[in-house]
């Protein structure tokens, strides 16, 4: 059998449905949360050299931007068609070979694939003040942007870590030429950027949107994030937590001829929304009734108001059984329970081993999830909770007047 129909057959056995194999990414800089259901042995499964495992990332067709040392694949999905991690083809391979049929005309016309994913990042420390290119910005690098949006799911953070709270952009008094001055004095000592910030205490089951151009520094919380195909920044804060980044953590995604520039870094920000004086109205994301029946499901849109993704919380209720339509594919990851989702068995991870195979990812392709998928919660005492992440391709999606 070759390759292409190894694909197509795995496709049409599971009714559209890929089940996918578990995505470690280890990074260098900041402190693993140990909130990713990996066994405690495994946070440093690849070496110290390599940092500790600190993200799983979901249905990624895009390689993480993790330095030489990084194996190309590093961060993309794999398909699973059998019962040994041996038996996969990557996630990648799958939109390309299946196209509209998986992923949709609409993201197959406008990107050529599938032009988002997700991720869990779990640090027991709050990240360093940084911010993502704009689509422009990124573009002068060959790059994309990056709008990414956060939710903090309460079933995978037992414990709050050391700064539960998140800085966002600037305060509104604050001005350029004051963050101008801790820019720098980037390579002179902790220009502690976040004096000029703002932060918001992190509250479980609620989540933000941060468009790009916006500086900010998330907190200790397991994070689940939904983004766009992409991983590029520019990091504004020079010590966080005791670590200190080099100015190429600053200037790596700038142009050569613009990297001694810090005018050039500071056109990376759309200060408008950094200063904005009504940010959290603006940006807080809330849940949003998307659809429910009392003592069966409940299902919340958790990201929502913007143009590029889009994610929403589906609960089903102990001994309970519902389908559920879409309007476009998705990927999904479950967070608490077990049961089936059409002809898989699926169970949250409890305890995963580096390279083991799991029950808790799916991608639910177009044409399933218009007809429909039926998962059934097996508990007689649990809920079943599952995050499904969208990309531009799910017109229900909530765009609220934040300006109201």
């Not at 670590?243 to 810090?262: G, R």
Request: contains cysteine.
């Amino acid at each position: 059998m070759s390759h292409e129909q190894l694909i197509r057959e795995t496709y049409e056995k599971n009714g559209g449905i890929l089940k996918l194999i578990p995505v470690f990414v280890p990074r260098q800089f900041s402190s693993p949360g140990h909130r990713l259901r990996l066994h405690p042995d495994d946070y440093f499964a690849l070496g110290t050299v390599r940092g500790g495992i600190k993200e799983r990332w979901f249905c990624s067709t895009i390689p993480a931007n993790n330095g030489p040392l990084a194996p190309a694949d590093e961060g993309m999905s794999y398909v699973s068609y059998g019962t040994t991690p041996q038996e996969r083809f990557s996630f990648k391979e799958a939109v390309e070979v299946l196209k509209e049929k998986l992923v949709g005309e609409k993201m197959m016309e406008l990107y050529g694939g599938w032009p988002m994913y997700a991720k869990f990042f779990d640090n027991s420390v709050p990240l360093f003040h940084h911010l993502h290119l704009t689509f422009e910005d990124a573009a002068k690098v060959g790059r994309l942007g990056k709008p990414e949006a956060y939710y903090f799911p309460p079933q995978y953070n037992n414990y709050e870590g050391s700064c539960p709270a998140t800085y966002f952009g600037f305060d509104p008094d604050c001005t350029k030429e004051e963050v101008h001055e801790r820019l720098l004095a980037y390579e002179t000592g902790d220009n502690r950027i976040t004096e000029l910030s703002r932060a918001y205490r992190i509250e479980l089951g609620t989540g933000w949107y941060t468009p790009p151009g916006v500086v900010h520094a998330p907190g200790s919380y397991l994070t689940y994030e939904p983004q766009w195909n992409s991983d590029v920044n520019s990091v504004y804060e020079n010590v966080a937590s005791g670590e200190v980044y080099s100015k190429d953590f600053l200037t790596e995604h700038l142009p050569e001829e613009e990297k001694d520039n810090i005018d050039a870094v500071m056109d990376l920000m759309d200060w408008e929304a950094n200063t904005d004086p009504h940010y959290k109205k603006h940006y807080f994301r809330p849940p949003l009734l998307a659809a429910e029946e009392p003592g069966v499901y409940t299902e919340k849109w958790i990201v929502y108001g913007n143009p590029y993704i889009g994610a929403k919380e589906l609960t089903i209720f102990p001994g309970q059984s519902v389908t559920i339509k879409d309007s476009g594919a998705y990927g999904c990851i479950l967070t608490q329970g077990f049961g089936t989702l059409e002809g898989y068995q699926c169970e949250t991870a409890g305890m995963l081993r580096f390279g083991q195979l799991s029950a808790d990812e799916f991608f639910v392709g177009e044409e399933a999830a218009h007809k429909g998928v039926t998962i059934v919660n097996h508990s007689s005492c649990e809920p079943l909770v599952m995050l499904k992440h969208f990309g531009p391709n799910h017109p229900e999606m909530p765009m609220p007047n934040f300006d109201k």
